[in-house]
């Protein structure tokens, strides 16, 4: 843990002689003082929000295309911490992840905190054929499983994905979802189901 | 008029509960396996009625009511020192001016040394002409079903006397140039549990949440959309808000913690918002979902 600490501040360390940074430093450091300067806590949206960890500073430094070095050795970071399921099992109930899928609950400052969070997946994406109302910040995910099967290899990436985006492209636009413990193993094995069991509507 | 007026209001009360309880998604369902995927701009039933109530309201807005409200406050001597803004206040256009002074703003105010946007510059008026408490403002700054602050019904007021001229904010001023640059970088940070900044949903063009476009903030018509309208009635709730207000409501999306009210901050991402959308025509105060 503490290494990956390390590794990252060094990489940002080389990042910030080896790059000009794409956001002018002088107003990001500004933007920041702003940030600390005129933010309060409301309910659970505590200040050290405000704050960058490893990941997001290198993203925000290079208006998130980092150099593929260092995407690379951090993806591989991000992968080697997923946690999955101790028996193996990564297809749950599909109808469970449906539910959790149409959900965009959780972790703002007007949310019950421990709330079961939603899993916010139609905010962004297209999924299941019979839901209309989505967004398209993310891919369309329709016929996910019927167009890659749904083998071993395969769940392990959507398990991944959905557990740490991140593992897999280092700026991508969705959230860390089981690295920020927002979804637990059974909410990302539904989810999981949702895209990859043949039984569900998206592989109709 | 009055008549009409109340009759609309009516209106809007039944079509705010309606608005309430309607999901967010076309009452029809297209065929299962052939279902496109609808293109960016295409419009959701809702949406499409929404709009030509709109524009069967623009004859009575209710948000007349709170400019009205706001005339009042603006030229009645109030607060400890028992002046009135309409003889205190300058805008940036000259004391007590409001003509064409809500497009022009943020801009820079050498007597508060700070770059303000519409309602934090009110804001200061009312504590420093008038004297008013800033903490006692800042502790219920937005509507709620059962109150409007009179800070809402002045800056409606305002906006009002800007209808139908362009943005004008001074970005050649050194000052707002700054607090331009770093709206642009706060916008770009990226922070929180969920990773989100700004640009996460308002950086690129064509983008949606379910059915709801994002503007993208960083064009001018994309700005120009994120301008628009406010302050504005909205009809979840049936309140008059004001652009302040949804500036902290993205905020709290977002899952960040909570913008200080009439703050730098704000008056920065307010100043690249507005900044970016110079030369387009604002409708005055307007009627939101």
Redesign the interface.
Known sequence: MTKKIILAASMAATLMIALPAV??GD??A???A??N??????GQ???D????DG??MI??RT?NKPPEYIAKRMEADQLADVKYPADGKLLGDWQAGEKLAQSGRG????DQPGLPVGGNC???H?IS?????????GP?LYQFGKLRGNAPDIQKYVYSKIYNA?AHNLCS?M??FGR?G?LGEKQIKDLVALLLDPAS?VN? | MKQNFIGALCALAVMGGAFAQT????AA??A??T?P??A?EEK?AATLEFEKFRAEMEESNPAELFEMKGEEQWKTKRGPKNVSLAESCDLGQGVGKVEGAYVKMPRYFADADAVMDAERRIVWCMVEKQGFKFDEIAAKPFANANFTPDITNLVTYVAGHSRNMKIAVPLKDPKVR?AY??????A??????????CN??HGSD???????N?PNLGTAAGAMKGVQGWPGYRMTGGVMLTHQWRMGDC???Q??????YA????A?LLTYMIGNANGQVYKGPGIKR
């Open positions: 956001a002018d107003y990001r500004k933007a920041i702003a940030f300067k005129d933010f309060q806590p409301r949206a505590s200040i929000r405000l704050a960058e990941l997001q993203c925000n208006g972790f703002t400052w007007s139609y905010n962004c297209r054929p019979n839901e209309t109302s989505f967004g398209t910040i369309t991140k636009e959230p860390r920020v927002a509507p109709k | 999901p967010k998604k076309p369902k297209p299962a396996k279902a995927a609808p960016a959701d700054e640059e770093t709206g642009k970088a706060m770009a940070y990226r922070a929180g549990p969920y990773d989100f900044s996460t949903c064509g983008k949606r949440i379910r059915m709801q994002l905020f709290r999306q899952r960040f913690p909570q913008p200080k703050s730098d901050a704000i920065y």
